[in-house]
T-cell receptor, first 113, second 114 residues
């Protein structure tokens, strides 16, 4: 019930291409969906987040698409760069003041020249 | 503005021992959460403290405990360590009073149990 499923597990994209990572959730009580980026040896850092009343949110090269009826959301990285190579986690949380994040299993993204 | 600070960064313990990890949140943040990260289980929520009270709890055994002090600093303790407790333990902080507010993570404490 609390699960967030993430795919693919790993992804290789050519420099300049579009990287797409998908997540699906089950619990309709989730109302906050952040994406985190993690580099080796570092803690996760918030990349971008969306609420279910919005179908798309864009910040620079990063876009979240949200499909409430399908209970799916995805991260698109446009013009992917080698510096984007990292592990990406989708997450979800619910309720006011609820800091419990349920994370997806992560996607290791590699951008090749 | 200083980020979330965790100490120690690396430690090695023996099975059966106990360990205490420390976390200093971002100034002004009242919520501190702890997560365990392993290759097999990914990122899992341990517990969250807000104003010295445990507000949320994950599905971990009672060997995992925590507390928060009046200055919002937090500690987590793991007793009777098992090999499977080897993991990166992440502390996160946030204001804790606004829905969907940004949760900031520290760099973690790497625990190896031998």
């Amino acid at each position: 019930q609390q699960q967030v499923k993430q795919s693919p597990q790993s992804l290789i994209v050519q420099k300049g291409g579009i990287s797409i990572i998908n997540c699906a959730y089950e619990n309709t009580a989730f109302d906050y969906f952040p994406w985190y980026q993690q580099f080796p040896g570092k803690g996760p850092a918030l990349l971008i987040a969306i609420r279910p009343d919005v179908s798309e949110k864009k910040e620079g090269r990063f876009t979240i698409s949200f499909n409430k009826s399908a209970k799916q959301f995805s991260l698109h990285i446009m013009d992917s760069q080698p510096g984007d190579s990292a592990t990406y986690f989708c997450a979800a949380s619910m309720d006011f003041g609820n800091e419990k994040l349920t994370f997806g299993t992560g996607t290791r993204l590699t951008i090749i020249p | 503005k200083a980020g979330v600070t965790q100490t120690p960064r690396y430690l090695i313990k023996t099975r059966g021992q106990q360990v205490t990890l420390s976390c200093s949140p971002i100034s002004g943040h009242r919520s501190v959460s702890w997560y365990q990260q392993t290759p097999g289980q990914g990122l899992q929520f341990l517990f969250e403290y807000f104003s010295e009270t445990q507000r949320n709890k994950g599905n971990f055994p009672g060997r995992f405990s925590g507390r928060q002090f009046s200055n919002s600093r937090s500690e987590m303790n793991v007793s009777t360590l098992e090999l499977g407790d080897s993991a990166l333990y992440l502390c996160a902080s946030s204001h804790g009073t606004i829905s969907g507010n940004t949760i900031y993570f520290g760099e973690g404490s790497w625990l190896t149990v031998v």
